[in-house]
């Protein structure tokens, strides 16, 4: 049977619940359009990260892999389209560890795009009626770290590899002054589903519908 590799993070700075750890965790076992899903919830931390996303990768050898995160600010789950080799962290990791213009991978290439079909699994959302865009940007912390590094490690396969950014859940949003752009988790795990199956049942290019941005 086809296996998926889901990821999510666990806690880290304001987010206690990270949503995407949870999902993570609830779909760890399940079978979703006859697709096996492994669960893994990451630590936000660069060393050990590192080690449990390559040990989750050897293990699961999987045909698709969707690595997601909270991302507080996004209004809408987001398809990342591209990883670069860059950590430089805003804030620290969970073991106050702070990087500056450090590579992913030493002697890796710049960047890796996101072998996930983004624009079917958008179009996905949509027809859903479940809001979501692509971003061209991960940033350069943990989440692009490791949709970077699951691209490097499959980069020899042809699974479909990419990472989704979570809006907050409303139990964060009203803890926040002014409040956060957020979703119910029902409606992410939903997305995160969709995600997958689509990913996985997909042939070929991707869809050729717009979705990019000015800037
Ligand atoms: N979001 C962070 C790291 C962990 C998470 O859930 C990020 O966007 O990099």
């Given amino acids: ?7 999510g993070f666990g806690a880290y700075a304001d987010e206690n619940d990270n ?13 979703i359009d ?12 660069t060393e050990l990260v590192h080690e449990m996303l390559t040990e989750a990768v050897d293990a699961v050898q999987p045909a698709v892999v969707v690595l997601t995160g909270v991302a507080p600010g996004r209004t809408a789950p987001a398809l990342e389209r591209v990883a670069i080799n860059v ?26 795009l996101s072998t996930l079909p ?48 979570l809006p907050v859940t409303p139990a964060r949003s009203v803890a926040s002054t002014p409040p956060l752009p957020s979703v119910p988790i029902a409606a992410l795990e939903h997305q995160v589903r969709l995600a997958v199956s689509i990913a996985a049942r997909h042939d070929g290019a991707d869809l050729p519908i717009g979705g990019g941005a000015i800037s």
């Fill in 19 to 31: 949503p995407s750890g949870l999902i993570a965790q609830r779909l760890n076992g399940q079978q």
């Fill in 87 to 112: 950590r430089d962290f805003p804030i620290p990791d969970t073991a106050g560890r702070s990087p500056i213009d450090e590579p992913v991978v030493g002697g890796g290439p710049p960047a890796y």
């Fill in 118 to 165: 983004v624009k079917a699994i958008a179009d996905g959302w949509r027809r859903a009626g479940l809001a979501g865009y692509v971003s061209n940007t991960a940033g350069t912390y943990l989440c692009n770290q490791v949709f970077y590094l699951a691209r490097h490690l499959c980069r020899a396969s042809d699974a479909r590899v990419g990472m989704v950014h």
């Fill in 1 to 7: 049977m086809t296996r998926a590799l889901v990821t």
């Fill in 34 to 45: 006859g697709v096996e899903i492994a669960g893994r919830v990451l630590p936000v931390d």
